[in-house]
């Protein structure tokens, strides 16, 4: 199941929330917002409930603060949404698009060792 592509303020929620693990919302929010006067408390709640709603998050309530969880991996959200991207300029193929990375010299030599692992299994 292919899940919506998020706007950018979620998606800096979700890095967030990728790279420290579970957070409450005041810390996402000074994270967000380091140097901004103005309480920015609305917008993160807003921001959280969306993806709540979306399934991208789940609040956690049992320990008298709201903590924040991804409910799915960083590399689980970006394969979704090469292959919502594939689905949508290649007729689903990926092809196309390793070629142009492997063309282009964006892989290293790593990731295209271990591109060939896969293929080899």
């Known amino acids: 199941m292919t899940m919506p592509a998020l706007p950018n303020s979620e998606l800096a929620v979700m890095e967030l929330l990728w790279q420290r693990g579970r957070l409450p919302a ?3 929010q000074e994270a967000l917002y380091p140097d901004d006067s103005r309480p920015q408390h609305g ?3 807003r921001l959280l409930k969306r993806l709540e709603d979306k399934g991208y998050v789940v609040r956690d309530r049992d320990l008298g603060v709201n903590l ?12 979704n949404q090469l ?37 080899d299994e």
Not at 68 to 76: D, G, Q
Not at 89 to 109: A, F, H, K, M, Q
């Open 26 to 28: 005041r810390l996402i």
């Open 68 to 79: 924040f969880s991804p409910t799915l991996s960083k590399e689980t959200y970006a394969g």
């Open 83 to 119: 292959e919502a991207l594939a689905n949508r300029l290649t007729e689903g193929s990926l092809v196309p698009i390793i070629t142009r990375l492997v063309e282009d010299d964006r892989l290293s030599g790593a990731e295209i060792e271990r591109l060939r692992a896969l293929l």
């Open 43 to 45: 917008t993160v709640q």
